[in-house]
Every structure is written in structure tokens, then in C-alpha cells.
């Protein structure tokens, strides 16, 4: 196991200093799921949830929380994305919905925690909005599945 970057010699927590890195293009892609009853899923779907629409709305969060992923993860680096997507499919098999999404930026630090808070923040957003009909939803699987850019280069998850 290689060494933590971000815990000093003395076991003290510290932001990694990016100054000497050099800018390059970084992308994370970061997925999971909410599992719910076929019933959920058709209401949801069809946007009849009362509190309206849940993916559009959940699309949104994602996207919003991924800017604000700094002010949520300590020692985070605020940076400047260049580009967030958040993709939102109902599957029938989980039944549930998958969401995806994707973070992008031109700088000296990766995207990952980016992708992920706005994949996990998609998903809580969905089951706030459909909690009312189903409380048995679950959050899974969030992960990254996939990084490009940066000196480690690129990285991609296995399959499950």
C-alpha cells in the first residue's frame, strides 16, 4: 500500500499542495443506483410523484453538488470543472434507476470526488423525492468506474 497523501509525516491531516503539478485534462466517470418497487419506478418514470419531477430534479442536484463538492469533503481542492453530466435511466430489472455521471477539468487535480458526490447527491435526491411512496428505496453501488488525465493515467473498474 503506498503512503496517504493527505497525512503529514506527523499522522496530521494536510491538503496535498498541487502547485508543482501540471495542468492536464482530467475526467471521472462515477455510477450507482436506487433499487425501488416496479410501482415507484412506473410513478416515477411518468412523473407522477407529487413532488414532481424527480429525475429532472435529481439531474440538477447532481450537477450542483458536484460544483460544491469542497465545501462537503474536507481537504478536497476547489476547483474549476469544465464540465459535469449527470445521466439518469430507469431499469426495469433492479427495478430502479442507474445514474452516471461525469466530471471534467483542465488543472492539476483529479475529478473523482466530483463524480462521485454528484452520483451519491443524484441518488439521495431521488429517493427524497419518491420516499413518500416507497420507503424500502436503496442507494447502491455508488463507485467510480472509470479516470483519465493526471500523471497515474487512465483507470477503468472492473465489471461487476
Known amino acids: 500500500m503506498t503512503s496517504l497523501t493527505h497525512i503529514d509525516a506527523a499522522g496530521q491531516a494536510r491538503m496535498v499542495d498541487v502547485t508543482e503539478k501540471p495542468d492536464s485534462e482530467r475526467?471521472?466517470?462515477?455510477?450507482?443506483?436506487?433499487?425501488?418497487?416496479?410501482?415507484?419506478?412506473?410513478?416515477?418514470?411518468?412523473?407522477?410523484?407529487k413532488k414532481g419531477d424527480a429525475l429532472g430534479?435529481?439531474?440538477?442536484?447532481?450537477?450542483?453538488?458536484?460544483?460544491?463538492t469542497p465545501d462537503l469533503i474536507p481537504l478536497c481542492?476547489?476547483?474549476?470543472?469544465?464540465?459535469?453530466?449527470v445521466e439518469i435511466e430507469p431499469d426495469a430489472a433492479l427495478p430502479g434507476v442507474r445514474v452516471r455521471?461525469?466530471?471534467r477539468v483542465k488543472g492539476?487535480?483529479?475529478?473523482?470526488?466530483?463524480?462521485l458526490t454528484a452520483?451519491?447527491?443524484a441518488c439521495l435526491t431521488i429517493y427524497d423525492m419518491a420516499k413518500a411512496v416507497d420507503r424500502d428505496m436503496r442507494i447502491e453501488g455508488v463507485r467510480l468506474i472509470e479516470k483519465r488525465g493526471g500523471k497515474s493515467g487512465p483507470w477503468?473498474?472492473?465489471p461487476r
Not at 58 to 64: F, P
Not at 80 to 85: E, R, W
Open 108 to 115: 492539476a487535480t483529479g475529478v473523482e470526488m466530483e463524480a
Open 27 to 49: 475526467v471521472a466517470v462515477a455510477e450507482g443506483a436506487v433499487v425501488m418497487r416496479a410501482e415507484t419506478l412506473a410513478a416515477l418514470s411518468a412523473g407522477n410523484l
Open 101 to 103: 455521471a461525469e466530471a
Open 156 to 158: 477503468r473498474a472492473q
Open 77 to 85: 481542492h476547489p476547483i474549476a470543472l469544465t464540465g459535469v453530466t
Open 119 to 121: 452520483v451519491s447527491v
Open 57 to 68: 430534479v435529481a439531474r440538477v442536484a447532481g450537477i450542483m453538488a458536484a460544483k460544491r
